[in-house]
């Protein structure tokens, strides 16, 4: 049996998109019997330590998704040793992982969306309850798509 991949998921503060794609891999993979190793972090350490948001945690509990472990951490350059691929959430963030990346990195760094049309998952931080419900929607096409390209051995 091959080893579990690690997926790292990668937004701005890491309190609503990417612990949400924490959470719905996790689910998703444990439902298809797929094992993987999952973390996610943000770009920023404004948050470190602190819950997801309370509304994202609120809207993925209403789909089965249980956030209320995850505690915020911020991503650095030895992230990209540490995982198989990491998945940024826009490009934003993608640039600035980017500028952290080492030069000898084994990290496959892309973009959340890649498989689903591509673009940026927009942060609902700023907005009402449906823009989590959208975040959400997004997240579980885009893990259902990693989630079948990893069990197709891509």
Known sequence: MSKAPRLFFVCLGNICR????EGVMRARAKARGIQVEVASAGTGGWH???AADKRMTAAAALRGYDLSAHRAQQADS???YIHDMIFAMDSSNH???LDIRPPDATANL????ARTGGGD?????YGGPEGFD??????????DA???DIEAGR
Not at 121 to 125: A, I, K, L, S, T
Not at 135 to 142: C, N, Q
């Open 134 to 143: 959208h975040v959400i929607d997004l997240v579980e096409e885009a893990v």
């Open 48 to 50: 470190v330590g602190g």
């Open 18 to 21: 990417s612990p949400v794609a």
């Open 121 to 125: 998952v927009p942060d609902p931080y």
């Open 78 to 80: 030895g992230d990209f």
């Open 110 to 113: 892309q973009m959340f969306l």
């Open 146 to 148: 990693i989630l079948d």
């Open 95 to 97: 640039a600035d992982l």
